[in-house]
């Protein structure tokens, strides 16, 4: 089923589901012009605001003092897992490239140590737990009307059974230019796809076991975490860990921009959405630990896949923290609103995917937040967890 006979005959399935991954989507928030690339963002906020705190002083504020091997004798989950430092940082947008009104004010962040996954999970990780389990994913279930129309407008009718079959969205690029705030030229409703068939029935996991498992919703990730041991990282927690110790990197990698030197991660190289040039080895999705990681030995945390965190998305959030005193391991806010979908709860996503392009949107910054419906799965859609260090 294509987006474009979903709008024709169920509007409100297309607001539900499109809310992720570099949307151009029209946004009633006062944006600034910078450049001609910032110029054609409109949901990109571009003012430049200076750093209050020096970037030296997050560095200088790591905390190391763990006995990690003790730690891992007592949980062997945490072996193949990353030890990150716990420290002060400043989170939020500080850079002159493209950003949104919800990641300013920058405010200074306290993080506790913690372990988190090198890379995404992987196909091969997620049949493991799926095996040992029996679990079945959000994506593979049909829809339950009944649940359903509590996110929508009251006296909203019921649509087509078929549109209510298990199905996810599905990257289908465009055979031509297209505009940019429609987003439904490019995502197509695929009944049968799932994580264990991403592009639709027919296609399988067969030969991609080290590619990001996708089609995942939030509640599917929670779950993983659980079986694994382990939980989702606070949205704090993410960024902290994005910038690799280098409070004032725009990327995980620095500051050049992703279109330049070598390739950094995985994104869309050339005329988003009609035209890759595979600058980055990669069309669409690529294994994971393809790029050099950050320096906290963390891959991916730019570009390939989104990732899902445990906060709640609230569009003001950011405003609510004192730039002046430091927050202590926020796990973000009590309530979620989004001004462009107010009576539906969603939670945070970052980190970007392989759609993300600059002249689209640049959610590979380690700044960069987006947000989604907590039963939303895509292909560009992942996430990987961590566990608290006590």
């Known amino acids: 089923m294509t987006f474009k006979l979903i709008k024709n005959s169920f509007p409100f399935l297309l607001t539900f589901l499109i809310v992720v991954s570099c949307q151009r989507a029209k946004q009633n928030e006062k944006t600034e012009q910078i450049s001609g690339a910032a110029s054609n963002a409109e949901e990109c906020c571009v003012s430049t605001i200076p750093d209050r705190f020096d970037s030296a002083t997050k560095s200088a504020n790591l905390v190391s003092s763990v006995n990690i091997d003790s730690l891992i004798k007592t949980n062997p989950a945490l072996e193949k897992m990353l030890f990150i430092p716990g420290g002060i940082f400043n989170m939020g947008a500080r850079d002159a490239q493209f950003a949104r009104e919800d990641e300013y004010p920058v405010h200074p962040v306290k993080v506790n140590s913690f372990f988190m996954d090198p890379h995404p999970v992987t196909n091969a990780q997620f049949l493991e737990f799926v095996e040992a389990t029996g679990y079945v994913t959000t994506a593979e279930k049909d829809i339950d009307w009944n649940e359903f129309q509590k996110q929508l407008p009251p006296g909203t009718p019921k649509p087509a059974d078929s549109l209510l079959d298990a199905s996810s969205l599905v990257f289908t690029p465009p055979a031509h230019r297209v505009n940019l705030n429609d ?48 939980r989702l990282p606070t949205e704090a927690e993410w960024e902290y860990a994005a910038r690799g110790g280098n409070d004032d990197y725009v990327y995980a990698w620095g500051f050049e921009r992703v279109n330049e030197g070598n390739p950094k991660a995985n994104s869309w190289d050339g005329d988003f959405p009609v035209y890759n040039s595979e600058r980055d080895g990669f069309e669409r999705l690529a294994p994971v630990k393809q790029y050099q990681p950050n320096d906290f030995g963390l891959y991916d945390m730019a570009g390939n896949v989104w990732e899902w965190c445990a ?63 907590e039963d939303t799965g895509m292909s560009h859609l992942g996430f990987r967890c961590v566990v608290s260090v006590k």
């Open 183 to 230: 987003v439904s030229q490019w995502w197509t409703w695929v009944r049968g796809a799932s994580w264990k068939h991403p592009y639709g029935p027919g296609s399988s996991i067969t030969g991609i076991e080290d590619y990001p498992v996708i089609h995942v919703s939030w509640e599917d990730a929670n779950a993983y975490a659980r079986w694994a041991g382990k």
């Open 311 to 373: 906060d709640l998305y609230h569009h003001e959030y950011y405003k609510s923290f004192n730039p002046e005193v430091v927050a202590n391991n926020p796990t973000g806010p009590d309530t979620s609103y989004d001004p462009m979908e107010p009576n539906v709860q969603k939670r945070i996503i970052r980190g970007g995917s392989f759609l993300c392009n600059d002249s689209y949107c640049s959610g590979y910054r380690a700044a960069a937040r987006m947000k989604s419906t």
